[in-house]
């Protein structure tokens, strides 16, 4: 079953512009990780963040960790057409509802 | 490295067949592997997990006698759709993961359209 809930569930910038997606969830994890899923295609992976971590950068991606809130962030900088996608979180082997990112030329 | 793959990447079937996923590890040993479907414009959602070897563990709500799960080697484990209908019409996806690591590694997907 799904553990995590995405928000917002859709979300339409301007090229250049920062995305930020929230994941929020309900019980105890080991890890969350942060994936993309081109319209109708195969996930790539984009960023683990443990437990005992707060926060990880990767390029353009920043994300967060609150265990206290059950809560994950993930913020795209600079954004480019190209980041136009579906993006969840995963707490262990579940997955959040998903938030779909448009970004606009 | 870490790559995943899946046959057939698309099928077509009629109501009443049996359907065969295939999902390789090609270049790692998957010691557990993970079976979701996902529904158009909806989020992946865990069907059963499998480790080499050993009996899959189904998701409350999984038929497993619908769903079957094989995972007979370290590097391939199947998912046969029994009796197919159309609501079992969806996009199957397979990850693998090995014991040193927390990351799942996704296949590209199969696509399953039952008529």
């Known amino acids: 079953s799904q553990q995590g809930e995405e928000d917002p569930q859709a979300l339409s910038i301007q090229e250049g512009e920062n995305a930020t997606m929230n994941c929020s969830y309900k019980?105890?994890?080991?890890?969350l990780q942060w994936y993309r899923q081109n319209s109708g295609r195969g996930l790539v992976h984009l960023i683990l963040?443990?437990?005992?971590?707060r926060e990880k950068h990767s390029g353009r991606l920043r994300v967060t960790l609150d265990t206290s809130k059950k809560s994950s962030s993930l913020l795209i900088t600079a954004s480019r057409a190209a980041d136009t996608a579906s993006y969840f979180c995963?707490?262990?082997?579940?997955f959040g509802t998903g938030t779909s990112l448009t970004v606009i030329p | 490295g870490a790559v995943v793959s899946q046959h057939p990447s698309r099928v077509i079937c009629k109501s009443g067949t049996s359907v065969k996923i295939e999902c390789r590890s090609l270049?790692?040993?998957?010691?557990?592997m993970f079976w979701y479907r996902q529904f158009p414009k909806q989020s992946l959602m865990l069907m059963a997990t499998?480790?080499?070897?050993?009996?899959?563990?189904?998701e409350q709500g999984v038929e497993k006698d619908k769903f079957l799960i094989n995972h007979a080697s370290l590097t391939l484990s199947t998912l046969t759709v029994t009796s197919a209908h159309p609501e079992d019409s969806s996009f199957y996806i397979c990850?693998?993961?090995?014991?040193?690591?927390?990351?799942?590694?996704f296949g590209p997907g199969t696509r399953l359209t039952v008529l």
């Open positions: 990850s693998a993961r090995t014991y040193s690591t927390d990351t799942q590694y």
């Open positions: 019980t105890s994890i080991n890890n």
């Open positions: 963040i443990r437990s005992n971590e």
């Open positions: 995963a707490m262990d082997y579940y």
């Open positions: 270049d790692f040993q998957a010691t557990t």
């Open positions: 499998s480790n080499e070897g050993s009996k899959a563990t189904y």
